[in-house]
């Protein structure tokens, strides 16, 4: 048993997975907690699809049963007796680039798919009978009780899929890693936004130590409900500080930024600052050292415990826009929540 750190930030103890580069670097779209929801399936006698949307890992409860059988944490349909398949068509919660898929068997060990695929689709509203799937995920071969990651090669930007499993059984969790999309040139442009939250394509490139909590919680949408939701670092106990990288969602002239350390009490930063730059180059392995040499866009600054801190114009200096930022705690740490506000630029 080990200690795994899922991209949507929760941490199970479980045996070790090792994670693909998409499940680290991109976003859950397909999450629950982004509003994503199951549209219609085919099946759901045994457990509703609406449980694969979870961002929490599943769970095996031993000797616990409803009127429709064995309680499964996830979605399980019938015993297929006929010709044909099932499905079940998800809108996702955050349309985007689908980076990779991973089909989670997790608990399902003789009543998982012998093999699955993955459809999408890009459409307003309801996907109807005319609406065009395209297979971006051709059919795998599925194990019981493991994940099934799969890389996505594809620059479309898609608003529902449809998992399909051959013939019938179950599956504890769809997810479906990519990068939320926005076209920022349709909205007013005399507006503030939050560039860095995920919904708007803010995503974390690096950070220096994650022994606590991972930094995947930094720009998610609302205050952390505990300590545990949000970023922590162990003890720093040599000199020097910790730092996380966000990739904004567009280049950003900044104007605002939160730094929220809620429920660090005994743990928060003594202080924190922020680098930014304006990235034309180089790859999210040279960034952190690239960003060693970044400009300061907000200088030195105390913190407190369990607390929301705001900077405005006044707080920051004049660098021009940029596309990362660099949140330096010094020495260590937690801290909740990183928001960035600003206006759209164009390079």
């Known amino acids: ?39 219609n399936c085919s099946d759901q006698w045994f457990a509703a699809a609406e449980r694969m949307l979870q961002s929490a890992p599943p769970v095996f409860v031993v000797g616990k049963f409803d009127d429709h059988g064995k309680w499964m944490d996830g979605w399980e349909t019938r015993r297929k007796r006929y010709e044909g398949y099932d499905y079940a068509v998800v809108k996702l919660g955050l349309p985007g680039v689908i980076r990779g898929v991973d089909i989670d068997t997790s608990h399902f060990t003789g009543n998982f798919p012998p093999a699955a695929s993955l459809e999408a689709c890009r459409c307003e509203g309801m996907p109807s009978e005319n609406t065009k799937w395209q297979t971006i995920v051709p059919s795998v071969a599925l194990q019981g009780d493991s994940h099934c990651f799969t890389a996505v090669d594809d ?57 606590y909590g991972v930094p995947f919680r930094l720009n998610m949408p609302g205050r952390g409900v505990n300590m545990g939701d949000g970023w922590e670092t162990a003890r720093r106990r040599v000199p020097g500080n910790e730092w996380c990288i966000i990739e904004l969602g567009c280049r950003t002239q900044v104007e605002k930024i939160e730094v929220d350390t809620a429920h660090f009490k005994g743990n928060y930063p003594d202080s924190i600052s922020i680098q930014a730059a304006d990235v034309t180059f180089g790859t999210d392995e040279s960034l952190p050292t690239q960003a060693m040499f970044w400009q300061t866009l907000l200088p030195q600054q105390k913190t407190e415990m369990d607390k929301q801190h705001f900077y405005g114009q006044a707080d920051l200096n004049d660098i021009g826009a940029v596309t990362h930022v660099k949140l330096n705690i010094h020495p260590d740490g937690g801290v909740s929540r990183l928001r960035i506000w600003g206006r759209p630029s164009e390079a």
């Open 155 to 211: 620059n479309r930007e898609w608003t529902h899929v449809r998992l399909n499993i051959y013939p019938d059984g179950g599956v504890a969790r769809l997810r479906v890693y990519g990068l939320p999309k926005v076209d920022w040139r349709a909205l007013p442009q005399d507006e503030l936004y939050e560039t860095s939250a995920v919904a708007n394509g803010g995503r974390i490139v690096a950070v220096s130590n994650a022994h």
């Open 1 to 39: 048993m080990s200690q795994t750190y899922l991209p949507d930030g929760h941490i199970v103890q479980a045996k070790a997975v090792e994670l693909p580069d998409f499940a680290t670097r991109f976003v859950n779209l397909a999450a629950a907690d982004f509003g994503a929801e199951v549209l």
